[in-house]
């Protein structure tokens, strides 16, 4: 079982008395610690309002915007990570979230010894005048097979609130789940990006509007960046086929105003046109990518694993039962991806076969006859 805290006004609340005493218990020199307490001392809050300034004096907390104020936390936070650690119980804490990890064979075994751990960690917190929020933690069973909707006790208080369990639990960004399917997460993806875009529309259009290079910046720089966050987390839950079909209509936006094609144009061949890899496809090259900048794989790795990502791309592109003209003009998906070619509306048309030709007009009922016919034959 894991229980993510929300520390309510966390960087606002801290006690500064015993902040200075657990910089002595860690090894900080008495010059030091006296430093400290002269930068927190005689800081005065202000606020202009209509002309009128009210000055308050600041008795806690850790000065945000500073270059101490995170080392200061990290200082009071440190008290919390000596507690003992108990056998199947661990902390994990990242700024101001902290996770709690409990394991135990009976689900009462766990949810009893979260209780009793909470108790430690409100008794620390209660230490630096800090209090959680128990409408906001959230609580979620991660093996098990424990259904959602059971209570936890906010410590052993029996008459203290509680939590009810979540299906999914959001950390870092990330949509999390028992069974680790990420389907949660694929889905939050739509909103985050239906917003970029759909701003981005109202901007541009097929001829007119910011150029499909100016789209593709935005895309690369902006767009793929918050699609693929903590990627190497989430990326075996973008392979489910749903998860790719969800991540094509994702896509599909800025593929449109990258390629400035028709709305008619299926997504399969836009990707290809765009000369930019499928997004579920993109998201596993971002982890190759992420690994490879750690020292995980090797470079050889690397471009074996990415020819593997290309090989899937071009079967996908070439079974799939849409865009049989682009694949005449764009054969091999590699190459079109290697090949630096600036796109606009009419070099689009081309390739996709969707614009203003006869046969493409008649099919949607706009002109009379599919053939071209001379103007002065017209009569």
Not at 113 to 124: A, F, G, P
Not at 131 to 137: C, D, G, H, V
Not at 176 to 205: F, I, Q
Request: glycine share 8%.
């Amino acid at each position: 079982m894991c229980t993510f805290l929300d520390i309510t006004g966390v960087f606002d609340n801290v006690s500064w008395t015993p902040l200075l005493s657990q910089l002595g218990k860690i090894g900080a020199s008495l010059n030091t610690t006296r430093m400290t307490e002269s930068y927190l001392k005689n800081r005065f809050a202000q606020l202009t309002l209509k002309k009128a300034k009210h000055e308050k004096k600041m008795e806690r907390g850790c000065p945000q915007g500073s270059q101490l104020g995170p080392t200061l936390w990290k200082v009071a936070m440190s008290e919390l990570l000596a507690l003992p650690q108990e056998p199947n119980i661990k902390v994990i804490a990242y700024a101001d979230d902290i996770a709690l990890l409990v394991g135990a064979a009976k689900h009462d075994t766990v949810v009893a010894r979260t209780e009793k751990y909470l108790d430690k960690i409100k008794s620390w917190a209660s230490t630096y005048n800090l209090s959680f929020s128990p409408t906001k933690t959230q609580v979620m069973s991660i093996k098990g097979g424990v259904k959602p909707g059971y209570e936890v006790g906010f410590g052993t208080d029996v008459a203290g609130p509680r939590i009810t369990a979540d299906g999914t639990v959001k950390y870092f960004g990330v949509i999390l789940d028992p069974r680790e399917g990420y389907w949660g997460h694929v889905e939050s993806l739509t909103e985050k990006s239906k917003s970029l875009y759909s701003r981005l529309r109202n901007l541009a259009s097929a001829n007119w509007g910011i150029s499909q290079l100016t789209s593709r910046t935005t895309y690369k720089g902006v767009f793929l960046p918050r699609v693929t966050y903590a990627s190497e987390i989430w990326a075996e839950g973008a392979k489910l086929k749903k998860s790719i079909k969800k991540l094509g209509s994702i896509q599909r936006p800025p593929l449109l105003a990258m390629t400035a094609a028709y709305r008619t144009s299926s997504t399969n061949c836009l990707s290809v046109v765009a000369g930019v890899l499928p997004l579920d496809l993109e998201v596993e090259k971002s982890v190759l990518q992420k690994q490879l900048k750690r020292g995980g794989i090797t470079q050889d790795q690397f471009k074996d694993h990415e020819s593997i990502i290309f090989a899937k791309w071009q079967e996908r592109y070439e079974t799939t039962d849409k865009g049989e003209w682009t694949k005449t003009m764009i054969p091999s998906v590699r190459e079109r991806y290697k090949l630096p070619m600036p796109l606009d509306h009419y070099t689009t048309q081309l390739l996709t076969g969707h614009g203003n030709f006869k046969s493409k007009l008649f099919k949607f009922k706009l002109v009379a006859s599919p053939n071209w016919v001379p103007r002065h034959l017209v009569r």
